[in-house]
């Protein structure tokens, strides 16, 4: 499968822990996007690299977030001390330039116990 | 603060019926509009787009939606609906300048199809 690789597909975790999301765009892709998307609610935006540039962050990313993209190909998203509010679906999306249409992975599904 | 609204939170339809999506955004500049579809259990995917031109667009799986940018909308439609077009799908903008091509979406239709 050539898509967009999310893993691990879920995580659960007790709050106050670290956890780790990768995700790995297409190959030829150079812009990715991280999203987070909560029970009745569409994706919200939280991050966007160019290559390995992070461009552009929400205010919604705390900084209890971060993300890389060391090489400009698979992406990191890390959250400390997690809270029961992180739960929720963190998605990552991959594109080649502007104005084009965005592909999207599978998701990982993290739920703070 | 740019936003999207889906009017519809759910809809529930007979196979064979007519389905419309109601699609509107808030952003006086030019915008990329998209439909995503999510099929249960699955990731997110592109059932059509408007960029430029035409502003009715077609796209996969008998779906087309029209652009009316005096009414700031892009209603999705299809004459026909079947069981498996059962998913949730969300309309979604890009602003063409000023951003780095980050989705806005809105909430949200879940269309359910009764056979």
């Known amino acids: 499968d050539t898509g967009v690789s999310q893993n691990p597909r879920h995580k659960i975790t007790k709050r106050g822990q670290n956890v780790t999301f990768r995700c790995d765009p297409i190959?030829?892709?150079?812009?990715l996007y991280w999203y987070r998307q909560t029970l009745g609610q569409g994706p919200e935006f939280l991050t966007y690299?160019?290559?390995?540039?992070?461009?552009?962050k929400s205010r919604l990313l705390s900084d209890r977030f971060s993300a890389e993209r060391p090489k400009g190909s698979f992406s990191t998203l890390e959250i400390q001390r997690t809270e029961q509010g992180d739960s929720a679906m963190y998605l990552c999306?991959?594109?080649?330039?502007?104005?084009?249409?965005?592909?999207f992975g599978q998701g990982t599904r993290l739920t703070v116990v | 603060a740019q936003s999207v609204s889906q009017h519809n939170h759910h809809v529930i339809l007979s196979e064979a019926a007519s389905l419309e999506l109601g699609c509107n955004y808030s952003?006086?500049?030019?915008?990329?509009l998209f439909w995503y579809v999510q099929y249960p259990g699955q990731h997110l995917q592109l059932l059509l787009k408007?960029?430029?031109?035409?502003?009715l667009v077609k796209g996969i799986k008998g779906f087309e939606a029209e652009f009316i940018k005096s009414k700031f909308s892009f209603n999705l439609r299809k004459p026909s609906v079947q069981w498996s077009d059962t998913a949730e799908y969300f309309c979604?903008?890009?602003?063409?300048?000023?951003?780095?091509?980050?989705?806005?979406f809105g909430k949200g239709t879940k269309l359910s199809v009764k056979p």
């Open positions: 690299f160019q290559n390995e540039a992070q461009l552009e």
């Open positions: 952003y006086g500049g030019t915008v990329n």
């Open positions: 999306a991959s594109s080649f330039g502007a104005n084009t249409e965005a592909f």
């Open positions: 408007y960029f430029s031109g035409d502003p």
């Open positions: 190959s030829e892709h150079n812009r």
């Open positions: 979604a903008v890009t602003l063409r300048r000023g951003s780095q091509g980050n989705l806005i």
